[in-house]
Structures are given as structure tokens and as C-alpha cells.
């Protein structure tokens, strides 16, 4: 697919401390592409870089076709960014709020009436557009947030952490506008989150830790090369199942009265299982997840 962002050894220093070293990604054009890693990481930076709100050290960057630093202007029309903390007037409407933003973009009266309609619709608040942005519920502002960022029509979202702080329904009925631009408008989105199953629903994932790529690949990828399948088992009788597990040096944690068996691979578990079926009460085979994965990259939670 074609590459839609391209970073090549970027650099960024604050003093003694190198916030980015050195990193190399891409991005291909029309996917989600999850850009994860702890506090301190360095993505905020790299981010910023990107959207042309800081400048970089030492690298190379090219946005759909453009150098960074050759014209920032042109590379700011391709881009919307959603940031952590809304930028709306909390004492404007939505529509309001969208007319004033809007009029930065030197568009005529018609055309922005036409993309403010058109953001609405994609991001499902064309019903409340009257209410001031101060009152809406934090889905609704963040709705409200991205439809900011749609009115230039851009090719690529940044979305920084923008389900943080929401509950479970509304982080769904935002998760599906930012599916609807992907799938259905060609948007690439470019985002990063503390919540690993919205990592896992990426096309591709870069974590970052202390400057510095760590681990890339797609969700499955980074799960099958650095998190374990679990084997649960709750026995009939535990003396004979530990009896079985230390003789074949398989390692494993007991948690009440089930033990979890880390695989090597999922199929070990079916040896594991006629071994031992006649001391079996239950068992489960749990796949590994993107959050063990991240733990065993960089040996901390995302949320650190």
C-alpha cells in the first residue's frame, strides 16, 4: 500500500535528554495505525513533530508527499487533530463553534456550510448542533471534537487518547465515527490510547519506550511474539496435576483453585489436556493479549 507518512532516524533533544532517538515508521495511507507507549515514551513529541506544532532535531519526515520543513502550511491542510482536552468554547453551540473554526480555513460562506453539515452527519451530532459545546456529555464533546477536525476535509487524523476518561457505551459510539472515517471516508488515522483493545482493532502498531522504537508489527504479531497463551485448568486433584506439570517442566501459577499453564503455542495445550482429562473439572484456553504484550516489550502497564 502506499505510504502516507514516512519518518526516517527522527531526532529530538530537550537539553541532555533525547525525547525521540532515532526512530523509523511509516504509516500506509487509509489505515489505523496505533502509535503506543508509556508516559515519558516520547509520542507526544513525535506527534507534535508530525503536526508541525514542534521542530525536530535531526530526521527525515514526509506527509503525502511533502517534506516536513519544506511547507508546514500545506502539510497542516492535510491533517485534523484531536487533542486530549477539547479547544471549543464551552459557551458556544456546536454549530457555532464549527462556523468560527471553520473560518480559518479561508473557505467561502456555501462550501463551509456544506463541510460543517457534512462533519456533523459523519460524526452523529447534527441533532444536537444548537446546544453549547460547556453542556454536552463527554461523548458528545468528543464527537463534537472531531467534527472540528473534519471540516477541511483532512487525509490524515491524529487522535491523541480520544476515548480517555469515557465510559464504556460512549467510548463505542465514538469508536465507531472514528471506523466510519476509516472504512468509509479513506481517512488514515493516526492514534494513540491507553486502551488496548482499541490498540488491537489497529491495521498496524508501533510502541515507543524511552525514544526509541521497542516493537513494531500488527496487533496479532506483537501478541503471538511477545505474550503467552494461557491453559486454565481446574482439577479433580491438584496433587497429581502438580505432580504432572513439574515433571514436564511446564511453568505455572496457581490462582485459588485453577492453574494457569503458560503454552509455547495454543496446539500444546491439547497434549496438556489428554494428559490430564480424567482430573479435569474445567478448563479454558485464554489467547495472549496486546497488554501482556506491551508489559513484556517494555516492562511496564500503559497507563504508567
Known amino acids: 500500500m502506499e505510504k502516507i507518512i514516512n519518518v526516517t532516524n527522527l531526532q529530538k533533544s530537550y537539553g541532555n535528554v533525547k525525547a525521540v532517538n532515532g526512530i523509523d515508521f511509516y504509516v500506509e495511507k487509509g489505515s489505523l495505525f496505533a502509535f503506543l507507549g508509556p508516559n515519558g515514551a516520547g509520542k507526544t513529541t513525535t506527534i507534535n513533530i508530525l503536526s508541525t506544532l514542534l521542530s525536530k532535531d535531526v530526521g527525515d519526515v514526509n506527509i503525502d508527499g511533502i517534506n516536513l520543513g519544506e511547507s508546514e502550511d500545506a502539510i497542516r491542510n492535510l491533517i485534523g487533530i484531536v487533542f486530549q482536552e477539547g479547544v471549543l468554547d464551552p459557551l458556544l453551540s456546536i454549530k457555532e463553534n464549527l462556523e468560527t473554526r471553520g473560518s480559518f480555513y479561508k473557505m467561502s460562506k456555501e462550501v463551509l456550510k456544506e463541510r460543517i453539515k457534512l462533519a456533523l452527519e459523519v460524526t452523529g451530532i447534527a441533532n444536537i448542533s444548537s446546544r453549547k459545546y460547556g453542556t454536552l456529555s463527554g461523548g458528545q464533546k468528543r464527537r463534537a471534537d472531531i467534527a472540528r477536525a473534519l471540516l477541511h476535509s483532512p487525509k490524515i487524523l491524529f487522535l491523541d487518547e480520544p476515548t480517555t476518561g469515557l465510559d464504556p457505551q460512549t467510548r463505542k459510539n465514538v469508536w465507531n465515527t472514528i471506523i466510519h472515517l476509516q472504512k468509509e471516508e479513506n481517512m488514515t488515522i493516526f492514534l494513540t490510547t491507553h486502551y488496548m483493545e482499541e490498540a488491537d482493532k489497529a491495521d498496524y502498531v508501533v510502541v515507543i519506550d524511552n525514544g526509541e522504537i521497542a516493537a513494531k508489527g500488527t496487533p496479532s504479531y506483537l501478541k503471538d511474539n511477545y505474550s503467552n497463551d494461557l491453559l486454565e ?43 490430564n482429562k480424567d482430573n479435569i473439572a474445567s478448563f479454558q484456553v485464554l489467547n495472549g493479549t496486546l497488554d501482556d504484550a506491551f508489559i513484556n516489550i517494555t516492562g511496564k502497564e500503559i497507563r504508567e
Open 233 to 275: 485448568i481446574k482439577p479433580i486433584n491438584e496433587e497429581k496435576l502438580i505432580n504432572y506439570l513439574t515433571l514436564n517442566n511446564l511453568d505455572y501459577r496457581k490462582q485459588s483453585d485453577v492453574y494457569s499453564i503458560k503454552l509455547n503455542n495454543t496446539i500444546e495445550s491439547i497434549n496438556i489436556i489428554n494428559n
